[in-house]
C-alpha cells in the first residue's frame, strides 16, 4: 500500500491550501485516516482524523480553519486548510489504517511521504 501527498506549497498568512493524498494498492478497507505535521525540531503531532463513519477530531490549534474529509471510492483523504498562520508551517504527512485482504482481519498503519508547507507572516 502506498499513499501518496500532494497540495502543500508556500503561502502567505491568511491563505489557504488543499492537501490531498491518495492511498493505492491491495486495499480491502480503509478505517481512519488522518494527517500530522512535523514542524523543524518539534515532534510529529496529531492535526485531524477521520474515521469509516465520517466522525472527525481535529487539534485545537487548527479547529474551525481545518477540515478533513474523505472520499472512500477513491481512497482518498483531503485537508481543506484556511486562514493559515506562520505557526502551521511544517511537513504534513498523511495516515490511513488500511485492512489489505477480507481474509486478514487485522489493519496496518501506512504513511505518505509528506508534503511541506510553508507560511510566510
Same mark, same amino acid.
Given at each position: 500500500?502506498?499513499?501518496?501527498?500532494? +497540495? !502543500? !506549497?508556500?503561502?502567505? @498568512?491568511?491563505?489557504?491550501?488543499?492537501?490531498?493524498?491518495?492511498?493505492?494498492?491491495?486495499?480491502?478497507?480503509?478505517?481512519?485516516? +488522518?494527517?500530522?505535521?512535523?514542524?523543524? +525540531?518539534?515532534?510529529?503531532?496529531?492535526?485531524?482524523?477521520?474515521?469509516?463513519?465520517?466522525?472527525?477530531?481535529?487539534?485545537?490549534?487548527?479547529? +474551525?480553519?481545518?477540515?478533513?474529509?474523505?472520499?472512500?471510492?477513491?481512497?482518498?483523504?483531503?485537508?481543506?486548510?484556511?486562514?493559515?498562520? %506562520?505557526?502551521?508551517? @511544517?511537513?504534513?504527512?498523511?495516515?490511513?489504517?488500511?485492512?489489505?485482504?477480507?481474509?486478514? %482481519?487485522?489493519?496496518?498503519?501506512?504513511?505518505?511521504?509528506?508534503?511541506?508547507?510553508?507560511?510566510?507572516?
Amino acid at each position: 500500500v502506498q499513499l501518496q501527498a500532494s +497540495g !502543500g !506549497g508556500w503561502v502567505q @498568512a491568511g491563505g489557504s491550501l488543499r492537501l490531498s493524498c491518495a492511498a493505492s494498492g491491495p486495499i480491502f478497507s480503509i478505517n481512519g485516516m +488522518g494527517w500530522y505535521r512535523q514542524a523543524p +525540531g518539534k515532534q510529529r503531532e496529531l492535526v485531524a482524523s477521520i474515521i469509516g463513519d465520517g466522525s472527525t477530531k481535529y487539534s485545537d490549534s487548527v479547529k +474551525g480553519r481545518f477540515t478533513i474529509s474523505r472520499d472512500d471510492a477513491k481512497n482518498t483523504v483531503v485537508l481543506e486548510i484556511h486562514s493559515l498562520k %506562520p505557526e502551521d508551517t @511544517a511537513v504534513y504527512y498523511c495516515k490511513a489504517d488500511v485492512r489489505t485482504s477480507f481474509i486478514e %482481519p487485522d489493519s496496518q498503519v501506512y504513511w505518505g511521504q509528506g508534503t511541506q508547507v510553508t507560511v510566510s507572516s
